[in-house]
């Protein structure tokens, strides 16, 4: 498709499991950024990819979220052992731009992650 | 530090109706950008504009207009003879240039819910 697409719409997770959320950026966009958004709040930073390479991990808020884009193209974003705090949407963003904080990011609708 | 201020946490009003979103943000930083994102029901934030910090010029795009003003750390929308295709969640936004190895983390407001009624 043309715009960025995310992968579940919507998961219902029992506490403790993993879960793995996954992203489709728009093809050839350099920049893919995934972030969190708690209701009624705004997006919040968790973490970017520049290509293959993750260069800023420092929103994610602990060791058991974890990202990879091994080919530079689709994103997964990974969490273990979930918890009832991590219920959230998580929204992947693109860009073709590098660093994009100049240009506009393309979001996908979100994965909606509850767990009970 | 960055930060991001929305105090309008709802607003309602009737269609064709004239309508203002605040936004008000914090940064020591002298180069920086600053953005409208709207969020319909489907879930995708969209890009509406970008302003940087070295152009305070207003701009105008159809019903859609922004008041930039650096003195009042000010980046306001406003919807001019609001439609109800208006009705979404609007998010402010920060960016600064990024580090060498970082990325630049835009951040957001709270947002403001804007319900137009027919």
């Known amino acids: 498709g043309a715009g960025v697409s995310q992968s579940p719409r919507y998961k219902v997770a029992k506490r403790g499991q993993d879960v793995a959320l996954r992203c489709d950026p728009i093809?050839?966009?350099?920049?893919l950024f995934w972030y969190q958004q708690a209701l009624g709040q705004g997006p919040e930073f968790l973490t970017y990819f520049q290509n293959e390479a993750q260069l800023d991990k420092s929103g994610l808020p602990s060791d058991r979220f974890f990202a990879e884009r091994p080919e530079g193209s689709v994103s997964t974003l990974k969490i273990q052992r979930t918890q009832q705090e991590d219920s959230a949407v998580y929204l992947c963003?693109?860009?073709?731009?590098?660093?994009?904080?100049?240009?506009?990011?393309?979001f996908g609708e979100g994965s909606r992650l509850t767990v009970l | 530090a960055q930060k991001v201020t929305q105090a309008q946490t709802e607003i309602s009003v009737v269609e064709k109706e004239d309508v203002t979103l605040d936004c008000v943000y914090e940064t020591r930083d002298t180069t920086y950008y600053l953005f409208w994102y709207k969020q319909p029901p489907s879930g995708e934030l969209v890009f509406l504009i970008r302003r940087n910090s070295f152009d305070e010029q207003n701009e105008i795009s159809g019903r859609y207009s922004w008041n930039f003003q650096k003195s009042t750390s000010s980046f306001n929308f406003t919807i001019t003879a609001s439609q109800v295709v208006d009705s979404a969640v609007y998010f402010c936004?920060?960016?600064?240039?990024?580090?060498?190895?970082?990325?630049?983390?835009?951040?957001f407001g709270s947002g403001t819910r804007l319900s137009i009624r027919p």
């Open positions: 936004a920060l960016s600064v240039p990024p580090g060498y190895s970082s990325a630049s983390k835009i951040i």
């Open positions: 093809s050839g966009h350099v920049s």
């Open positions: 963003a693109s860009s073709f731009m590098k660093k994009a904080n100049t240009g506009e990011l393309f």
